[in-house]
């Protein structure tokens, strides 16, 4: 019986992580579409090139003779924030500005185009063989009885914080900064908001680069904590996330959330008392459930407030 | 005099076409499909570095029937449409011999057109059952079955390992599947208690639901049937979990990247795999030679590969020509002497017999034969 429970709780916090993995990345989506109303699919890309920059960051870091690991990490992960920030930036620049004002089904080509363009890019730059780091991060609680032991490394605790650390910050900045007032009028009518003088170009722009810098997060703590990258990681990683995003309502930061952590729980406990053979139609079945009794998510307010 | 330079150059030039041209008329072309790019790049790699050394050697003996080989890489990437795609261009391109393609849900479906298009193929690396299963008569193969693979991995987990409770783990694929229904049913004819038998999805990065499901089950041997990055990162993640459990996979896990992707908890993994031909006295000079270009020849498909660029060759110089119809029936009859060993066809176009040797696999990328 207590075995049971400590199962459950097992199951639980593999499901938190999960989700805490698909929501960062989740953020980023749903950050874009709340300001511009677009879908970003070179998204999945940038997280997969986080990855690799911060790999190669490491990797580089090691062969100077640096052997700190908290330094490693954080040199990796401005490295990554800076080298994806740039990616998110030029996206906006080639894929998205010339085409403003176009039909919403032009950009969201030209995305996709960008995004098998990025794809490729890195399958001839680093090949398209595994790359593998060895754990730098290891460790953790183990707790239960001896029959079984639930266990919570370092590494998922601190994806579930991040993750909730940059939600919080994102929900204030688009609050309360002055920058973020500038996005949620842009959210709300991007001509009003440009006849008043407010820059446009300049808050989109930002958003992408915000959405990029968010990526190259998750492309660091996911990469950490699986320890290996192939350029195609960016597809399903893009794929979950957009699913996360659309579950909790496309445009609402806590939605991608929550919308991240549902999509996670599912496939955990559905892989754990049921078949990991199942696991994907459980939760895809438990999107299209969703979106027919709400069509707008689960926190999703359409016309009220898009972010 | 300028002119009359130039003009002897153009002449020059155009006799120089002219040659290559008549020469290359003359190669008789041999396609080598396999994954070049993709998550399983690597297995093409052996295979291609096999396939190539067989050609340059036997185009260094003279050729066959006068007549040099030529082979033309054609990338599948292990992606079944993508398979489908290089078959017809193999097609189009006149191309009547392929070596290839090496994953098994790839070699299925381009198996059809080349049937049809009476191409002969002969793949060295593709191990399911369903490949020569069909009655095709263009469609040979110089590795062996799962059939067969599976039995010796199932004997060898239930006589000498005799675990407790095992978990039989696939990645929903061809041969992942196959495998693993393979093994799990000489498990079970053999009494071992087979607690789980379930599939995940390739290309999955978190198997932590799946791990403690395990350690819940008491499984303290697992078998995985599918290629080695799911399976890298279930070791891993086993061992940062605390899973203790044996595990053992087929040929398509046993290359040095598991290594890179695992780690340490690669050490002590048990792998099927064809036996290390390129240990064998008789291959000496052969493998000197992959060694003079730097090449690996102990990897798992790159003998087969050489096989069966040799086979088709010595059916073309029995028949005496490249009537591919006229091969496939003298492939039948013919005993081949190869790398590999002395290789017959049956009916099927199967290896009369192929053995499948159990290794145990160290964190160093290295394995040596378990006892």
């Known amino acids: 019986?207590?075995?049971?429970?400590?199962?459950?709780?097992?199951?639980?916090?593999?499901?938190?992580?999960?989700?805490?993995?698909?929501?960062?990345?989740?953020?980023?989506?749903?950050?874009?579409?709340?300001?511009?109303?677009?879908?970003?699919?070179a998204h999945g890309e940038i997280y997969m090139i986080g990855t690799?920059?911060?790999?190669?960051?490491?990797?580089?870091?090691?062969?100077?003779?640096?052997?700190?690991?908290?330094?490693?990490?954080?040199?990796a992960l401005v490295i990554a924030i800076i080298v994806s920030s740039s990616f998110g930036w030029a996206i906006e620049r080639t894929a998205y500005r010339p085409l403003r004002?176009?039909?919403?089904l032009i950009p969201l080509i030209s995305a996709i185009g960008m995004s098998i363009f990025l794809q490729n890019y890195v399958v001839l730059a680093q090949g398209t063989r595994d790359l593998a780091i060895p754990p730098l991060i290891s460790g953790g609680w183990k707790f239960g009885p001896d029959s079984f032991q639930a266990s919570l490394s370092y590494m998922q605790l601190i994806i579930f914080i991040t993750t909730f650390v940059c939600m919080f910050a994102l929900t204030l900045f688009i609050s309360k900064s002055r920058m973020g007032r500038a996005c949620r009028a842009v959210a709300e009518d991007i001509k009003m908001a440009n006849l008043l003088g407010i820059n446009t170009n300049r808050v989109i722009s930002l958003t992408f680069v915000i959405g990029a810098a968010l990526a190259a997060v998750a492309g660091l703590l996911l990469g950490l904590y699986y320890g290996v990258a192939n350029p195609h990681i960016g597809f399903i990683a893009g794929l979950k996330a957009f699913t996360a995003a659309v579950l909790g309502g496309i445009g609402s930061i806590p939605g991608a959330m929550l919308g991240g952590l549902v999509l996670g729980l599912t496939e955990s406990f559905t892989a754990g008392y049921f078949s990991s053979e199942?696991?994907?139609?459980?939760?895809?079945?438990?999107?299209?459930?969703?979106?027919?009794?709400r069509p707008t998510g689960l926190l999703g307010k359409p016309d009220v407030e898009k972010i | 005099m300028k002119k009359t330079n130039k003009l002897a150059r153009i002449g020059a030039s155009v006799i120089l076409l002219g040659a290559t041209a008549l020469t290359h008329a003359e190669t008789i072309k041999i396609a080598l499909a396999g994954p070049v790019t993709g998550p399983v790049a690597q297995y093409g790699d052996m295979q291609m570095?096999?396939?190539?050394?067989?050609?340059?050697?036997?185009?260094?003996?003279?050729?066959?029937?006068?007549?040099?080989?030529?082979?033309?890489?054609?990338?599948?990437a292990c992606d079944a449409k993508q398979a489908v795609v290089v078959a017809n261009k193999i097609v189009n391109d006149g191309v009547k011999f392929v070596v290839g393609h090496l994953c098994s849900d790839n070699t299925i479906p381009a198996s059809d057109v080349y049937e049809d298009e009476q191409i002969l193929m002969v793949t060295a690396a593709s191990t399911s059952p369903e490949v020569t299963a069909r009655g095709y008569e263009m469609i040979f193969r110089t590795i062996g079955l799962d059939s067969h693979q599976g039995p010796v991995a199932g004997n060898y987990i239930a006589?000498?390992?005799?675990?407790?409770?095992?978990?039989?783990?696939?990645?929903?694929?061809?041969y992942g599947e196959g495998i693993a229904t393979a093994v799990k049913s000489t498990l079970e004819g053999k009494g071992v208690n087979v607690v789980m038998f379930e599939g995940i999805t390739s290309g999955d990065k978190d198997f932590s639901s799946l791990i403690a499901k395990m350690q819940k089950a008491k499984?303290?041997?697992?078998?995985?049937?599918?290629?080695?990055?799911?399976?890298?990162?279930?070791?891993?993640?086993?061992?940062?979990k605390g899973l203790k459990a044996k595990f053992m996979g087929p040929e398509g896990v046993g290359n040095k990247d598991i290594s890179a992707i695992a780690g340490e908890a690669s050490e002590g993994l048990l792998v099927t795999l064809p036996p290390s031909f390129d240990a064998e006295p008789a291959n000496k000079a052969?493998?000197?030679?992959?060694?003079?270009?730097?090449?690996?020849?102990?990897?798992?498909?790159?003998?087969?590969?050489?096989?069966a660029v040799q086979v088709m060759a010595d059916a073309m110089a029995k028949t005496r020509g490249t009537d591919t119809n006229a091969i496939q029936i003298a492939m039948r009859t013919m005993t081949f002497n190869t790398p590999t060993g002395q290789l017959k066809f049956d009916a099927k176009g199967d290896l009369h017999e192929f053995s499948f040797v159990v290794y145990n696999w160290h964190a160093d990328g290295t394995k040596t034969e378990a006892k």
């Open chain 2, 159 to 174: 006589d000498t390992v005799k675990p407790k409770n095992v978990a039989v783990i696939h990645d929903k694929k061809q």
């Open chain 2, 286 to 307: 052969l493998v000197d030679a992959f060694k003079a270009k730097k090449q690996d020849p102990s990897g798992a498909f790159v003998l087969p590969a050489y096989s």
């Open chain 1, 278 to 293: 199942y696991k994907d139609v459980v939760s895809f079945s438990l999107l299209v459930l969703i979106l027919l009794f």
């Open chain 2, 49 to 76: 570095i096999g396939a190539k050394m067989a050609i340059e050697k036997i185009n260094e003996a003279g050729g066959v029937n006068g007549s040099m080989l030529e082979g033309i890489v054609y990338d599948d």
């Open chain 1, 1 to 41: 019986m207590i075995e049971e429970l400590f199962y459950f709780i097992q199951q639980l916090l593999n499901g938190l992580t999960i989700g805490s993995t698909y929501a960062l990345i989740a953020i980023g989506y749903t950050m874009v579409y709340g300001i511009i109303g677009m879908i970003n699919f």
């Open chain 1, 101 to 104: 004002g176009a039909n919403r």
């Open chain 2, 219 to 240: 499984v303290d041997f697992v078998y995985y049937g599918g290629y080695h990055p799911e399976l890298g990162l279930i070791l891993r993640q086993s061992s940062e």
């Open chain 1, 52 to 75: 690799y920059v911060s790999f190669v960051a490491i990797a580089g870091l090691s062969m100077l003779g640096v052997e700190y690991v908290p330094l490693i990490v954080l040199c």
